[in-house]
């Protein structure tokens, strides 16, 4: 009798392991699809750029940019919903956040303008997170089919293994944002840092002439002051 149940316990344990199996490989693909997106583009001088990000109702949008290289580190920044109605505008400025919620359905506009400069491009980083879509699709149909057997005394159930897997992969998916982030904001303090390299030299080379052209002219007025042309008569 011990034998037969513990022969049934490990049917049940194989039997969960490989639905889990069955659900990951079938989920990577929905995990895949996310509408998560980030873009590095140059922005002329004198020109605007626009973006279209497509959304569904009652989801969340977040969009952060950062100007990572050009003179001023600035530029305009405008959100519009679906509607054409604007939702967020800055006016000059370096970096943001911001977040949309609840989204509309339909397509949001995101502009970045650089009119104000007639003659600095920018280098503009922005990231658009999409949540409420695209991350689960799928999900509880995978998980629907998938029953625990009855009777059996697992230590784990499907819905705990599922929302642990959720968990990690969201946690993942948000560790790889930042990153993300994080190369962006070394990219612009890496552009700063030469900018103000050329600057510091080209400043202290004209300085160290300058200082020549001081410290000749003074050795040439004071020869001059010493320098009598006047002949000795005997």
Not at 76 to 92: C, H
Not at 123 to 149: K, N, R, S, T
């Amino acid at each position: 009798m011990d034998a037969l149940w513990r022969k049934s316990r490990s049917r049940g344990r194989l039997l969960v392991f490989a639905a889990v199996f069955v659900w990951y490989a079938g989920s990577v693909s929905c995990f895949g699809q996310s509408q998560d997106s980030e873009f590095t583009f140059l922005l002329p001088a004198g020109r605007s750029e626009c973006f279209f990000q497509n959304a569904i109702k009652n989801g969340t949008m977040e969009v952060e940019y950062q100007v990572i290289a050009g003179a001023g580190m600035d530029v305009d920044f405008t959100v519009l919903s679906p509607q054409g109605i604007r939702l967020i505008y800055e006016s000059r400025r370096s970096d943001g956040v911001h977040v949309v919620e609840p989204t509309e359905e339909g397509d949001y506009e995101i502009c970045f303008d650089n009119s104000f400069s007639r003659f600095s491009e920018k280098m503009v980083f922005f990231e658009i997170i999409i949540e409420g879509q695209g991350g689960d699709v799928g999900g509880d149909d995978e998980w629907a089919g998938l029953e625990e057997p009855e009777g059996s005394l697992l230590e784990y159930k499907l819905e705990d293994i599922r929302e642990s897997m959720e968990s990690l992969y969201k946690r993942l998916e948000r560790s790889r944002q930042m990153q993300t982030v994080l190369r962006a904001f070394e990219a612009r303090d890496r552009n700063l840092l030469e900018d103000n390299l050329w600057r510091v030299s080209f400043w202290s080379c004209a300085s160290v002439v300058v200082m020549l052209c001081v410290a000749l002219t003074q050795v040439y007025t004071v020869r001059k002051l010493f320098d009598d042309k006047r002949r000795v008569r005997t």
